[in-house]
């Protein structure tokens, strides 16, 4: 990670997720915590502020597909692959569910509960 942050690096392979509901600025964000190839492109900068301020999810949708569309073209990062995710539970177990902040399986863990 030293390598990555300093930059250090011709190719690097990372693992990433993403919320339900998205901020990208940890990665494509010019400050971003985890824009190890120092991305910056000013209409992308643009959107993605854009994205983190709008309330309306059908506008965000909007946003994001146009921020889409200049990853395309510049290609900052090549995407090898995405895991899905298969979540079971125990009917008589209480599940937060997955949250925005935290999508993975143990979502909520605080809330869950054996339903007796």
Same mark, same amino acid.
């Given at each position: ?18 919320? =339900? ?5 940890? =990665? #494509?964000?010019?400050?971003? !915590? #985890? ?8 209409? !992308? %900068? +643009? =959107? /993605? ?8 999810? !059908?506008?965000?949708?909007? /946003?994001?597909?146009? =921020? ?8 900052? %990062? ?9 979540? %079971?539970?125990?009917?008589?177990? @209480? #599940?937060?569910?997955?949250? !925005? ?5 143990? @979502?909520?863990?605080?809330?869950? @509960?054996?339903? +007796?």
């Amino acid at each position: 990670m030293q390598k990555g942050k300093a930059g250090d690096f011709d190719l690097l392979l990372i693992g990433f997720t993403f919320n =339900l509901d998205p901020d990208v600025s940890a =990665l #494509y964000g010019p400050n971003g !915590a #985890y824009n190890f190839m120092k991305y910056n492109n000013p209409e !992308a %900068v +643009k =959107l /993605i502020a854009q994205g983190k301020e709008e309330p309306d999810s !059908a506008k965000r949708k909007t /946003i994001y597909s146009n =921020l889409q569309k200049i990853w395309e073209n510049d290609m900052p %990062v090549i995407t090898l692959y995405s895991d899905h995710e298969v979540v %079971v539970k125990s009917k008589d177990l @209480a #599940y937060g569910g997955a949250s !925005a902040y935290w999508p993975g399986t143990v @979502a909520n863990f605080q809330k869950w @509960a054996y339903k +007796k």
